[in-house]
Antibody
Framework: QVQLQQSGPGLVKPSETLSLTCTVSGGSISSYYWSWIRQSPGKGLEYIGY?????NYNPSLKSRVTISVDTSKNQFSLKLSSVTAADTAVYYC????????????WGQGTLVTVSS | DIQMTQSPSSLSASVGDRVIIACRASQDISSWLAWYQQKPGEAPSLLIY???SLQSGVPSRFSGTGSGTDFTLTISSLQPEDFATYYC?????????FGQGTKLEI
């Protein structure tokens, strides 16, 4: 059974960089698409991007987002720079499956609040 | 980006009712549509993918139909555990986009 476990701080100061990590257990991180999705009251569910060899980012966030993978640790990570209060949300990591279409496994979610 | 619009935004129903939730895409997405269920404090959970394929472990009272721009999720006989928020998601193009959600209440 694939499990995704998220880690990272729940509070980030404005203008700083949000960093989250997702550790995958129960399966290899190879051969799948691994994504980050966030959810806020104002914007609902919002796709951030994925990594699977290459990366793909939401154009609305592309200039600030980096998703990377560490296959030796079976982990992938999200960095979102220059955060503002509008980036306050619950962040989820998720597996998009071998074709990058649907999120069939999700992490538990991390509430990240941007505040000084 | 493809806009996904769900209706209704909220719905009151009773155990045993048949419920239909609609999702409309702003452009043709063929059959590239999924439905998710989310309960308070939990991550969304995949119910249906490719419009009508049931994810493993999902009860058969859930079904999906549609193609192109118009899709529906049907719950044939509501159970107490089905009261949740439901989202559609298109997988035709990037960025993937979601509907705004339909909250199903008792």
């Amino acid at each position: 059974q694939v499990q995704l476990q998220q880690s990272g701080p729940g509070l980030v100061k404005p203008s700083e960089t949000l960093s989250l990590t997702c550790t995958v257990s129960g399966g290899s991180i190879s051969s799948y698409y691994w994504s980050w999705i966030r959810q806020s009251p104002g914007k609902g569910l919002e796709y951030i991007g994925y990594i699977s060899g290459s990366t793909n980012y939401n154009p609305s966030l592309k200039s600030r987002v980096t998703i990377s993978v560490d296959t030796s640790k079976n982990q992938f990570s999200l960095k979102l720079s220059s955060v503002t209060a509008a980036d306050t949300a619950v962040y989820y990591c998720a597996r998009l499956g071998v074709d990058g279409t649907y999120a069939d496994y999700w992490g538990q979610g991390t509430l990240v609040t941007v505040s000084s | 980006d493809i806009q996904m619009t769900q209706s209704p935004s909220s719905l009151s129903a009773s155990v045993g009712d048949r419920v239909i939730i609609a999702c409309r895409a702003s452009q043709d997405i063929s059959s590239w549509l999924a439905w998710y269920q989310q309960k308070p404090g939990e991550a969304p959970s995949l119910l249906i993918y490719a419009t009508s394929s049931l994810q493993s472990g999902v009860p058969s009272r859930f079904s999906g139909t549609g193609s192109g721009t118009d899709f529906t999720l049907t719950i044939s006989s509501l159970q107490p555990e089905d009261f949740a928020t439901y989202y559609c998601q298109q997988a035709s193009t990037f960025p993937r986009t979601f509907g705004q959600g339909t909250k199903l209440e008792i």
